[in-house]
């Protein structure tokens, strides 16, 4: 028979040396790597870690499990598992109960709190039903009564280990259950805000429907109206015109002068109410958008120093010309300009941002007036909407139409008390081209 010799290893196993008697120690396998294996190879790639006090079971213990080929590796103390526990992240643990120092029950829930995915099965000599409850409280996975049957005990470090690897399968399972769960609720939430998205668009559309309705309704009854209502005003215009010639009471006179000049002011509307729904005919040119804002704001420099208005100009780029009638350019930016103007009768600021974004030319026209209250945003293009005692209400109307004419969009943002922003987007090509 062989003599059994133990050489401690540093930050690790022992390895083995078997010597026949008279014959010289010879190291014969290394235990800690558990790549040379002796008898069964049915756990090559399984860690266990033996901790006990007693170096000869200690030896004796890992020679069986070495022979069924686990790596082995073992501890005579609690310090030296805890070290060997986090470097080599055994599977399982045959951890001896009494240890002097840090005895087996402490170890046991040091190494459980630490790495939850080693299983610990505690061996011991003296063995009560309550140390068996306590210790598996304390989350040891199996009890063994020392002495032991080798077999016994290696069918339980299996049974152990299969239990093992069904729980963390089982603990892995749940992980990716939670992961995916997560991720069907980030789906979730992006097609919420995906369908948010298109309920807005598709608000936004069906507004656009609405008004353009509104608009054809208005064109149908005002194309009639507006042509039968001209006429027989031209004749009582030419009759208050005629009854004024020859006349000597200054006060009938004036009388007549207010009659032509209700007419008039009724012709106007008529024919703002036609540009508002015809579409004048088309006169294509091409247009540089700043010179047009330029010249009409030479117009309304009088008006706005009257009131007191500042007008700013912030063009950010120089725009292509476009193709497009310059009467209905015009009427866009007049129609916004006298809109403001009007509403800074104390005072203000007029201010005209133009940039240019690829193919698309912006234009804000901003003023400091008087705003228009949140209840009135969504009316201020429908026809006739007006808030003033002479206005028509067919301004904004009209600057819709053309826009709409050459593809381009306008927004409105305004604060009540602080002002207002027209924005503008027109393409640069022409809906011809
Ligand atoms: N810059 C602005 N600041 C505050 N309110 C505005 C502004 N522009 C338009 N509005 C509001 O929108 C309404 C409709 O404007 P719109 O130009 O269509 O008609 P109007 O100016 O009242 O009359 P018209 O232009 O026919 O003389 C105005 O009466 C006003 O209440
Ligand atoms: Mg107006």
């Given at each position: 028979m062989g003599k059994l010799r133990m050489k401690r290893q540093p930050g690790a196993a022992f390895s083995i040396s078997v010597s026949k008697r008279g014959e010289p120690f010879m190291p014969r396998q290394?235990?800690?790597?558990?790549?040379?294996?002796?008898?069964?190879?049915?756990?090559?790639?399984t860690t266990l870690l033996l901790v006990d006090d007693e170096k000869v079971n200690l030896v004796l213990t890992a020679q069986i499990f070495h022979n069924r080929g686990f790596r082995v590796l073992t501890a005579s103390n609690a310090a030296e598992a805890l070290v060997l526990a986090k470097s080599e992240q055994p599977e399982v643990v045959l951890l001896d109960y009494f240890m002097p120092g840090k005895d087996g029950f402490t170890t046991l829930k040091e190494i459980k709190n630490t790495f939850p995915d080693i299983y610990v099965i505690i061996l011991t000599g003296k063995g009560s039903e309550e140390i068996a409850v306590s210790l598996m409280k304390a989350g040891a996975s199996d009890y063994v009564l020392k002495p032991f049957v080798n077999q016994d005990l290696v069918e339980r470090v299996e049974k152990v280990l299969k239990v093992r690897e069904v729980e963390i399968r089982n603990k892995e399972l749940l992980q990716e259950r939670d992961r995916l769960l997560l991720e069907i609720e980030s789906w979730n939430r992006m097609l919420e805000k995906r369908v948010e998205e298109k309920s807005l668009e598709l608000q936004k559309v069906q507004e656009e429907i609405v008004q353009t309705e509104k608009m054809s309704t208005l064109g149908y009854i005002s194309a009639g109206m507006a042509h039968e209502i001209r006429n027989p005003l031209n004749s009582i215009g030419l009759y208050a015109q005629l009854l004024k010639?020859?006349?000597?009471?200054p006060e009938r006179f004036e009388f007549l002068e207010k009659i032509e000049m209700e007419v008039q002011r009724i012709d106007g509307i008529l024919r703002k109410l036609m540009d508002a729904v015809k579409r004048p005919r088309y006169h294509l040119q091409e247009l540089s958008i700043p010179k047009v804002i330029d010249s009409l704001l030479e117009l309304f420099q009088s008006r706005a120093k009257m009131h007191g208005i500042r007008i700013e100009r912030d063009y950010r780029a120089t725009p292509p010309q476009i193709l497009a009638d310059l009467t209905e350019v015009e009427q866009i930016f007049s129609n916004l300009f006298a809109n403001s103007i009007e509403e800074m009768s104390d005072g203000g600021v007029l201010t005209i941002v133009l940039e240019q974004k690829e193919d698309m030319v912006h234009i804000d026209v901003i003023d400091t007036g008087k705003g228009i209250p949140q209840e009135d945003l969504q009316r201020i293009f429908d026809p006739f909407f007006t808030t003033k005692s002479s206005g028509t209400g067919l301004g904004l109307s009209v600057v819709l139409r053309i826009i709409r004419t050459y593809n381009g969009k306008i927004a409105v943002k305004s604060e009540a008390g602080k002002g207002t922003t027209f924005s503008i987007t027109l393409p640069l090509h022409s809906p011809e081209s």
């Open positions: 290394e235990l800690q790597e558990g790549k040379t294996v002796l008898g069964k190879t049915n756990q090559r790639d010639g020859g006349l000597d009471d």
